[in-house]
């Protein structure tokens, strides 16, 4: 079956740390990949997302890049703020009439200034 | 523009009671789901729907029930609490008539204790 595994957190950073959230997936067929951010008491808001191999998601400073050979999907940005504080979900979608997504565990980060 | 609405947002309940949490959504999608959302554990699929008077399971669908009377609405049930299902739930909607790599759009979570 469909399955995404993130890094476990939690994840503390300084203000303008480089920050990395390792996500890797099992999947058939070439499914669609994402990373959604829940910001402390609401719900989850998509980040970005890529569709086919090679593709680059970006949005707000954050970047992803699709692996298929690696079947990784690492969140990354280079700066971060506190209000990046958050917690951060890698998920996939199988596609082929099959929309359900498939989330990772997680993983909190919370950035001091 | 709601999004995607859900009530309530909190709730207690003692063991056996029942409930009915209501996702409504406004944006004319087909399908609408619902998670629940435990520490360490990411979010897992309870019940789905493709669309108007049909559902389905997901992974962790047993202790709950689930409506799809209308397109817009979404009910999940609770026909005996138990604390196990002491939980944060959200209800999420997507259009899949976009094609398959569409974004789902969550509620704000319903947050249920069961005592």
């Known amino acids: 079956g469909n399955s995404v595994t993130q890094m476990e957190g939690p994840v503390t950073l300084s203000e303008e740390a480089f920050l990395t959230i390792n996500c890797t997936y099992t999947?058939?067929?070439?499914?669609?990949l994402f990373w959604y951010v829940q910001y402390p008491g609401e719900g989850l808001q998509l980040l970005l997302k890529?569709?086919?191999?090679?593709d680059k998601g970006s949005n707000k400073g954050f970047e992803a890049t699709y692996r298929k050979e690696t079947t990784s999907f690492h969140l990354e940005k280079g700066s971060v703020q506190v209000s990046d504080s958050a917690v951060y979900f890698c998920?996939?979608?199988?596609?082929?009439?099959?929309?359900?997504?498939?989330f990772g565990a997680g993983t909190t980060v919370t950035v001091r200034a | 523009n709601a999004g995607v609405t859900q009530t309530p947002k909190f709730r207690v309940l003692k063991t056996g009671q029942s409930m009915t949490l209501l996702c409504a959504q406004d944006?004319?999608?087909?399908?609408m789901y619902w998670y629940r959302q435990d520490p360490g554990m990411g979010l897992r699929l309870i019940h789905y729907?493709?669309?108007?008077?049909?559902?389905a399971k997901g992974e962790v669908p047993d202790g709950y029930n689930v409506s799809r009377l209308k397109k817009q609405n979404f009910l999940l049930g609770l026909e005996s609490a138990a604390p196990s299902q002491t939980s944060v739930y959200f209800c999420?909607?997507?259009?899949?008539?976009?094609?398959?790599?569409?974004?789902?759009?969550f509620g704000q979570g319903t947050r249920l204790t069961v005592v």
């Open positions: 999420a909607s997507s259009n899949n008539r976009q094609g398959w790599n569409t974004e789902a759009f």
């Open positions: 999947a058939t067929g070439y499914p669609s």
């Open positions: 890529a569709t086919k191999a090679d």
């Open positions: 998920a996939l979608s199988r596609g082929s009439n099959d929309y359900k997504l498939s």
């Open positions: 944006m004319n999608h087909e399908y």
């Open positions: 729907s493709v669309g108007e008077g049909t559902t």
